[in-house]
């Protein structure tokens, strides 16, 4: 076995602490991965805190994982030592299904094994990338351009935050002629108005705080609506294509859907713990769609990281050593977050 160290919840309200475990030995198709910075994903707090009521502990969270390949397995041919290398949120899937035939391997029909809070088909517990090191197949783990060496905390996002705002916005055709909205800025929605603005839509962000206006402008937003103001939402009511909802907290769904024109379409990708209800009449009006995405598959994933590196595209983030991690968990929940917390994996 592979001795490993980082952080772990022990329990719904345990919070963080340092946490020593074992990896598996490489597999003949395993990289054995130096872990140099991981991302704080909102989905990171919500399984810590049991919030989907699915969590196992103890949990080492972390699914947006940078680092270099220290080992390879004897079958291994997409990489070799010292390769700068990614990991998302996920580890495996059962490569034989209509769905991962597809490249499409998040809605793997026998489910994928998430990078942590899951247990491998072996019956293993997996854990993420809170840690000095991870182990995983190399099928599930992505080439990064030498362009992303001297900004490669700022990448870790994108395995995540990226793929998961990419995927929706390439699906429904986000690009030029179309208007779309983003609904919250956060790690998600900020990578979310990069894509639609380099996509070449018009963008507007709705945010319910006031104080993300002039980031939002920088970040690629056209325009900034402010949610909480009622007659600024009706007067965008019935002008958008395409809504990417990205909010982590309970929120009343109809109001976003009032936004969609003809034939559009308001994308969740935000996972609030609490359900919400729609009530007809916002759905029949306009033809309009409500919809869902998860993160991307892996060929999707790839591309998404090839495009950033050619569009000079990264994450916003502010680097933490693991000393700050309670700090940045209460931020991010109070929605102040500009825009990821990446952990310095030099500080484990
Ligand atoms: P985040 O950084 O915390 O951003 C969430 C944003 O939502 C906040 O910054 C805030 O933006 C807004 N918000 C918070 N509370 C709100 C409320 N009560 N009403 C309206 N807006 C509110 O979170 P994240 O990491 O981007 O993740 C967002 C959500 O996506 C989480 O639920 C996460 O679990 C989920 N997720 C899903 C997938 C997937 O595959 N579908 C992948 C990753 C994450 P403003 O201040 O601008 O209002
Ligand atoms: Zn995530």
Redo the contacts with the bound molecule.
């Keep these: 076995m592979i001795e490993a160290k980082g952080y772990a919840a022990q329990s719904p309200t345990s919070g963080l602490a340092p946490f020593h475990f074992e990896r598996r030995d490489a597999r003949p198709g395993d990289v054995v991965v130096e872990i140099a910075y991981s991302g704080i ?3 990171d707090i ?1 399984q810590v805190k049991d919030e989907w009521g699915q969590s196992m502990y103890p949990m080492v969270p972390g699914h947006e994982i940078v680092g270099r390949v220290t080992a390879v397995g004897a079958d291994v041919t997409r990489f070799k030592v010292g390769d700068l290398v990614g990991v998302g ?1 996920m580890v495996d899937s059962c490569r034989v299904c209509a769905n991962c035939k597809a490249q499409e391997e998040q809605y793997c029909e026998k489910g994928f094994v998430g990078t942590y809070n899951a247990k491998g088909y072996d019956g293993v517990l997996v854990h993420g990338g809170y840690a000095n090191n991870i182990v995983v197949d190399e099928r599930y783990a992505h080439t990064l351009s030498p362009k992303f060496e001297d900004k490669l905390a700022a990448v870790a996002p994108l395995l ?2 990226g793929i ?1 705002t990419y995927s929706p916005l390439k699906h429904w055709k986000v690009g030029p002629g179309k208007k779309v909205a983003i ?7 900020h990578m979310g108005l990069k894509f639609a603005h380099a996509f070449g839509a018009e963008v507007t ?1 709705f ?3 006031a104080g ?1 206006e002039a980031d939002a402008k920088r970040l690629g937003a056209d325009e900034v609506v402010i ?1 909480k103001d009622k007659a600024a939402m009706e007067a965008q009511r019935s002008k958008f294509d395409f809504v990417l909802d ?6 009343d769904l109809n109001e976003y859907l009032g936004l969609l024109r003809l034939d559009g379409t308001l994308c969740l ?4 713990e609490e359900p919400s209800s729609v009530n007809s009449f916002s759905t029949v009006t306009n033809r309009r769609s409500l919809a ?4 991307g598959g892996m060929r999707e994933t790839q591309e998404m990281l090839d495009f950033c590196a050619e569009h000079d595209i990264v994450s916003d983030i502010e680097l933490i050593g693991v000393n700050k991690l309670e700090e940045a968990y209460q931020r ?2 109070k ?1 102040d ?1 500009r ?2 917390f990446v952990i310095d994996m030099k500080t484990l």
């Design positions: 994903c909102h989905s919500h949120v995540c935050a998961t609904i919250g800025l956060g790690g998600l929605g962000l945010t319910t705080s993300k949610s990205c909010v982590s907290a309970p929120h990708v935000g996972l609030p869902g995405s998860m993160i991010v929940v929605g977050v825009y990821r």
